[in-house]
């Protein structure tokens, strides 16, 4: 599984971005893909995931309510979708998938095997 993520930038405080992954390879044994972000200084951390068939969702605590999850599922993409975006959600932002044919829940970055190149998002203040 190769990941393809695109869409960062840079924002104001409030302003709005959408991220989106695609993904090439064994895709459609592919159950669970997700966002994780980091910032200088900081580990990895989860921001969302969703599940490719039933399209249930998980969001870190501190983008609830302002990040949404989505997929496509005849384009092989997900989008994160990111409103009132602040300062502290300055990070380079990474997709992530698991091996093909694994189940996951998705919140845990030691969940996933493959990773996207990541994309930069920077808001200003």
């Known amino acids: 599984v190769q990941l393809q993520a695109s869409g960062g930038g840079l924002v104001q405080t409030g302003g709005s971005l959408r991220l989106s992954c695609a993904a090439y390879?064994?895709?459609?044994?592919?159950?669970?893909m997700g966002w994780f972000r980091q910032a200088p200084g900081k580990e990895r951390s989860f921001v969302a995931a969703?599940?490719?068939?039933?399209?249930?969702?998980y969001y870190g605590d501190s983008v609830k309510g302002r990040f949404t999850i989505s997929r496509d599922g005849p384009k092989n993409t997900v989008y994160l979708q990111m409103n009132s975006l602040e300062p502290e959600d300055t990070a380079v932002y990474y997709c992530?998938?698991?091996?093909?044919?694994?189940?996951?829940?998705?919140?845990?970055?030691?969940?996933?095997?493959?990773w996207g190149q990541g994309t930069q998002v920077t808001v200003s203040s």
């Open positions: 992530a998938a698991p091996s093909p044919d694994t189940a996951i829940r998705g919140t845990s970055q030691y969940e996933y095997d493959y």
């Open positions: 969703i599940t490719w068939i039933s399209g249930d969702t």
């Open positions: 390879g064994q895709t459609s044994r592919t159950y669970t």
